[in-house]
């Protein structure tokens, strides 16, 4: 079955950088579209970065030019570089896989979603 596991959440003030990282297993992972989503307490879950099986990539303008999305496909890997990071950024952030024939979207939701990583920026 599908498995996503992520890492590399913590807290960290406002200016500075963390990288997240994705482990999966369970399906073909070079041929699928994963993202990146995050949720804060009291709000809707939003996407953050996708990255198709090409490896093109699409971010929310909320993190466009601050936050950077790859894969390493010889090791099941997703990643998020996040640096310059605000204090709106604080949230809970998933891994997913966008089922196939779906569209490779910053906006799909029925995903499959790892447990979650904790990112705090203190301001």
């Known amino acids: 079955q599908v498995q996503l596991v992520e890492s590399g959440g913590g807290s960290v003030e406002a200016g500075g950088s963390l990288r997240l990282s994705c482990v999966a297993s369970?399906?073909?992972?070079?041929?699928?579209?994963m993202g990146w989503f995050r949720q804060a307490p009291g709000k809707e879950r939003e996407g953050v970065g996708i990255?198709?099986?090409?490896?093109?990539?699409s971010y929310a303008d909320s993190v466009k030019g601050r936050f950077t999305i790859s894969k390493d496909n010889a090791k099941n890997t997703l990643y998020l570089q996040m640096s310059t990071l605000k204090y709106e950024d604080t949230a809970m952030y998933y891994c997913?896989?966008?089922?196939?024939?779906?569209?490779?979207?910053?906006?799909?939701?029925?995903?499959?979603w790892g447990q979650g990583t904790q990112v705090t920026v203190s301001s």
């Open positions: 990255i198709d099986s090409v490896s093109r990539v």
């Open positions: 997913a896989v966008v089922p196939s024939g779906t569209r490779c979207s910053v906006d799909s939701r029925n995903n499959f």
């Open positions: 369970g399906f073909i992972f070079r041929i699928a579209c």
